[in-house]
């Protein structure tokens, strides 16, 4: 059975860091792409990054309100997935999932998601 | 960046009633969208993909259809469990945009 488990998550002050990790099991986690996605307080969900696997070269991109402050990584030897926030903003508390990549931009199982709430 | 238009944002619905979602894309995105199920404190859900490729173990009274720029999720005889927030993303290219949602209730 596929599974994504997040953690990493809590409170923290603007302009703080905080490193979420995703942990994968119940399939093979350097094979596939891997996105987090986000979902503010009574607002939709809103893509914020992935990261190709490395038979792709392991790069990453970043939606425009995240890049240059947040940094994806990932650990194939430990299965885990990592999403870096730096700089961070009131703006940024919200629910954060990690999600696995199926088929082209398909995300195909996802996390339950964890809480970050920025705020002093 | 592609914008995803979702309608209606809630729809009020009964056990049995048949129910469909639009969503329609700002550009020609081909087949390139997907359909996701979200329940408070759940993992979101994948339901179809490539525009009506229905995702393994989904039931099959959820149905998409569309092309283009424009798409619809059909739930057929509503279950409850089907009371949820349902979402359209384009996987055309990035940045992956999601419609704003439509909340059954």
């Known amino acids: 059975e596929v599974q994504l488990v997040e953690s990493g998550g809590g409170l923290v002050q603007p302009g703080r860091s905080l490193r979420l990790s995703c942990t994968a099991s119940?399939?093979?986690?350097?094979?596939?792409?891997l996105h987090w996605v986000r979902q503010a307080p009574r607002q939709g969900l809103e893509w914020i990054g992935f990261?190709?696997?490395?038979?792709?070269?392991?790069?990453?991109q970043y939606a425009a309100s995240v890049k240059g402050r947040f940094t994806i990584s990932r650990d194939d030897s430990n299965d885990i997935v990592y999403l870096q926030m730096d700089s961070l903003r009131s703006g940024d508390t919200a629910v954060y999932f990690c999600?696995?990549?199926?088929?082209?931009?398909?995300?195909?199982?996802w996390g339950q998601g964890i809480q970050v709430a920025v705020s002093s | 960046d592609i914008q995803m238009t979702q309608s209606p944002s809630s729809l009020s619905a009964f056990v049995g009633d048949r129910v469909t979602i639009t969503c329609r894309a700002s550009q020609d995105i081909s087949s390139y969208v997907s359909w996701y199920q979200v329940k408070p404190g759940t993992a979101p859900k994948l339901l179809i993909y490539a525009a009506a490729s229905l995702q393994s173990g989904v039931p099959s009274r959820f149905s998409g259809f569309g092309s283009g720029t424009d798409f619809t999720l059909t739930i057929s005889n509503l279950q409850p469990e089907d009371f949820a927030t349902y979402y359209c993303q384009q996987s055309h290219r990035t940045p992956l945009t999601f419609g704003g949602g439509t909340k059954v209730e």
């Open positions: 119940g399939f093979s986690f350097a094979n596939h792409a």
């Open positions: 990261i190709r696997s490395k038979d792709f070269g392991g790069t990453t």
């Open positions: 999600a696995r990549e199926g088929t082209y931009f398909v995300l195909d199982h």
